[in-house]
């Protein structure tokens, strides 16, 4: 085929039945540790370690499947046994993959070569090629009914809209290079899509069923850096450039419903999360704080700021081979990094937010604080516990059914947190496994930790289910 053609190659046509006041909390290292409150001990077991390539590695949706990718393989495993189901072999290395929504197909974009490669769990010999040609291919996601593939072109001309069903083809001009661009409602009804227009930032709302253009409207942004729909899918969040703090709220039919402004002529917005009852917005911002804004008509009746501590140029923790949680009593001297004023991308300010399940518990990262996690009482707008670490902090994520937070530094260790306690925990085997990121299941009794070159899974078994999966009764780590 030509090259500057776009083509969807071996794609047949799916059957109809296929549609769609700190203080740190101490807990030593244990085999068997308390979680989620009075009666219910939990367990740890790891599994082996499998190979990986890219810390490409999710869990499905519907949490049956786990897929994991090894340089031009895409492997999917039953998350019970781990046994391989399936392995399928792409035409060049795997720089993304994504699921469908219900789990019935599964994407791996190799943006080098601008191509897509969709695979089918229900028919494994069913497989279809997306190549954009010379248009190129930067980014690649599902639509919410997982019947779609939306694909943006290089320099963000267009988004190319292609039909697993139909096999039609559609195009949305002017998205805009931003820091997310596109966002879904919670339900799958609607998308909202940044756009960038002589000059002028705009957002288009599409409807996902049939891809008809529902409200246009620009925005009172100067350069728009993202947008994300409230979990309730009735308030749009945009916030301007780290140039200009604006934090702006829509209703689905455009209308401004609120817009905020913490002050002028400084850095701004670097990170935003919507709480689960999508009654409040978190924005962390470059100076450091964390903005705690309720979506409502007069957002001014409810706004707290949430202001870090300074924190003292601190000695560096002590190393060891083992390592536990102790309690400090306040004040604290916390490690810091001193900016380097000469160069983009400064490490300050709030880098990552994310709520916990119940909208109890808000988790921030400092970026100048590296080594310490900040959990928030967002009930009473309160400092609830600082953890900090021997090692900067890469990444954090809370478990989706209770407020328990997994965090991982690089090393060869996981901690958790939860109101009970906290615990750091080795992970087992040969070499040095050093978890650089890590994923929950859905149902949060497993959590699957990723390396540079492999990955396992860390079972979180209740003392009913001890010994069932991966071990022996009485063999835990």
């Known amino acids: 085929m030509p090259r500057g053609t776009r083509a969807l190659i071996g794609c047949a046509m799916l059957p109809s039945s296929s549609l769609p006041a700190a203080e740190v909390a101490v807990a030593p290292v244990v085999p068997a540790l308390t979680f989620a409150g009075p009666g219910s001990a939990a367990a740890m077991n790891f599994s082996e370690v499998f190979k990986l390539s890219s810390l490409l590695c999710k869990f499905s949706p519907d949490g049956k499947y786990l897929a994991s990718c090894v340089q031009y393989r895409l492997v999917i495993r039953d998350v019970n046994t781990l046994q391989i189901l399936q392995l399928y072999t792409c035409l060049d290395q795997i720089q993304h993959i994504e699921w469908s929504a219900d789990s019935l197909f599964i994407l791996c974009a190799m943006y080098k070569r601008g191509l897509v490669q969709v695979w089918s769990l229900e028919q494994p010999e069913w497989h279809c090629r997306i190549d954009e040609g010379s248009a190129g291919l930067v980014a690649s996601c599902w639509s919410p009914d997982g019947r779609h593939i939306l694909n943006t072109t290089e320099f963000h001309l267009r988004i190319t809209v292609w039909s697993l069903c139909t096999k039609s083809v559609s195009y949305i001009k002017y998205p805009k290079a931003c820091q997310q661009g596109i966002t879904f409602t919670r339900d799958g009804r609607y998308m909202a899509l940044a756009e960038r227009r002589d000059c002028k930032d705009h957002v288009s709302v599409f409807v996902c069923s049939d891809w008809q253009l529902l409200r246009h409207f620009d925005t009172e942004t100067q350069d728009l850096a993202g947008i994300e729909w409230a979990p ?32 002028e002529w400084s850095l701004g917005v670097k990170s935003v999360a919507w709480s689960p009852s999508s009654q409040f917005l978190a924005v962390g911002s470059y100076d450091g704080k964390v903005v705690y804004k309720e979506a409502e008509k007069n957002p001014r009746l409810a706004l707290g700021r949430l202001a870090f501590p300074p924190p003292r140029a601190a000695a560096g923790p002590a190393s060891t081979t083992e390592s536990k949680y102790e309690i400090a009593s306040a004040p ?96 087992p085997g040969e070499g040095d496994f050093q978890v650089l990121s890590l994923c929950w299941h859905f149902s949060g009794d497993s959590l699957a930790l990723l390396s540079k070159d492999h990955f396992c899974l860390c079972f979180l078994e209740t003392e009913e289910r001890v010994g069932t999966a991966f071990g022996r009764p009485g063999d835990h780590t």
């Open 232 to 263: 309730n899918g009735c308030v749009l969040a945009v916030w301007d450039t780290c140039l200009e703090y604006k934090v702006l709220l829509y209703s689905l039919d455009g209308r401004l419903l609120s817009a905020y402004c913490a002050y």
């Open 332 to 427: 604290v001297s916390l490690q810091t990094l001193k900016p380097i004023a000469d160069r983009a991308n400064p490490k300050i300010g709030i880098g990552a937010l994310a709520f916990s399940p119940d909208n109890y518990f808000l988790a921030t990262r400092n970026d100048s604080v590296p080594n310490a996690v900040w959990i928030w009482d967002v009930q009473k707008l309160r400092l609830f516990v600082v953890l900090e670490q021997l090692s900067p902090v890469r990444s954090f994520q809370w478990d989706p059914q209770q407020p328990r937070l997994a965090i991982c530094t690089g090393g060869g260790k996981v901690y958790l947190w939860s109101p009970a306690g906290c615990v750091s925990v080795q992970v």
